[in-house]
């Protein structure tokens, strides 16, 4: 399908509020609730968009951690779709020539993060290298908010949409008895308070009153998945950067700013910053790299993995 400008505001649109309602939305964008709701059927049946919740690991105080790992050829698939049933991986990627795959773990501080990094992978048959890389800040995506990747929605339409900001002073926790209920929302977060109730078994009342906590509190963020191709993006590449120590900050704050940025964060590591970059070919990937980041003061090594194929993506298996 083709997505004209209309599509594209509903898609800022539900970036700004995962759950904001249709009529909501109509009021912003200017055309009918039916329009927005139709177009929105649309787009999630043939365009993939699809609006998830994910606890925010930041305010949870989860470590983060992105792996990226080398295999003997052949053997990407098998330990990347491993890696994709491990309920503490959010995304799952295989790179390059088809023997890198990169992944995100998050786990709490005091969760199983030994025996998945120091354990069960390095006996992983026909793995040839494993390189962690704990998170230490989020400039970009995620949690942190929407990217700036084609923004139709004026500051006024994004402020008349925006949800209420989080309860700072009541802190973030999730508690056993919210997986049901976590779980449904990961596959779609726009789901009614009477279905996420068939899917928990728990009455709508107290499905209302959780979800209501939970956003308040901070504890959960709302994320769009799009499928960039449908966008005009075919180059979707992952940056491993080594930047001066003190350059870490400006250089961060810089990749933020950019458009083809849709996720960065502070890691450590010999390489210690990581980026996802989304261009429309490989030779606007080259203009990105020469004229935008290779002029960064203090980016002293960039290395590039291009995204083959997401086998786990925002917590689902693909």
């Not at 003997?72 to 790179?95: C, N, Y």
């Not at 959780?210 to 504890?219: N, P, V, Y």
């Not at 704050?253 to 964060?265: G, K, N, R, T």
């Not at 002029?295 to 298996?317: C, N």
Request: charge should be neutral; include cysteine.
């Amino acid at each position: 399908m083709e997505i004209d400008m209309l599509d594209r505001r509903i898609i800022h649109a539900l970036r700004v509020h995962g759950r904001a309602g249709f009529r909501e939305m109509a009021a912003v964008l200017g055309v009918s609730d039916q329009t927005v709701a139709r177009r929105y059927r649309t787009l999630r049946e043939r365009a993939g968009v699809r609006v998830v919740a994910r606890p925010d690991p930041i305010r949870l105080g989860y470590e983060r951690w992105i792996i990226r790992l080398h295999t003997a050829p052949g053997a990407a698939e098998p330990i990347a779709a491993a890696l994709a049933r491990r309920p503490d991986t959010t995304w799952v990627s295989i790179m390059s020539a088809g023997t890198e795959i990169g992944c995100n773990v998050e786990v709490p501080v005091v969760g199983d993060r030994d025996s998945l990094l120091l354990q069960k992978l390095p006996r992983t048959p026909r793995l040839v290298s494993v390189s962690a890389h704990c998170v230490i800040h989020s400039f970009a995506g995620g949690a942190v908010g929407p990217d700036n990747l084609q923004l139709p929605l004026t500051p006024a339409e994004v402020a008349g949409l925006a949800p209420p900001p989080a309860d700072d002073d009541r802190p973030a926790a999730v508690a056993d008895s919210d997986r049901p209920l976590l779980d449904a929302l990961s596959l779609d977060g726009r789901l009614t308070h009477a279905q996420l109730a068939t899917a928990t078994g728990w009455s709508e009342s107290a499905v209302r009153r959780r979800l209501d906590d939970l956003i308040r509190t901070g504890t959960l963020y709302f994320d769009v998945e799009v499928d960039p191709d449908r966008l005009g993006f075919h180059a979707r590449v992952l940056l491993w950067l080594a930047v001066a120590p003190s350059r870490l900050a400006s250089v961060g704050a810089a990749l933020a700013s950019h458009e083809e940025i849709v996720f960065a964060a502070a890691t450590t590591g010999a390489t210690n910053v990581v980026a996802t970059v989304i261009c429309s070919d490989m030779e606007a990937l080259y203009r990105y790299l020469t004229e935008r980041v290779g002029v960064l003061d203090g980016v002293e090594r960039v290395e590039t993995a291009p995204l083959l194929r997401h086998v786990k993506q925002v917590g689902s298996v693909r």
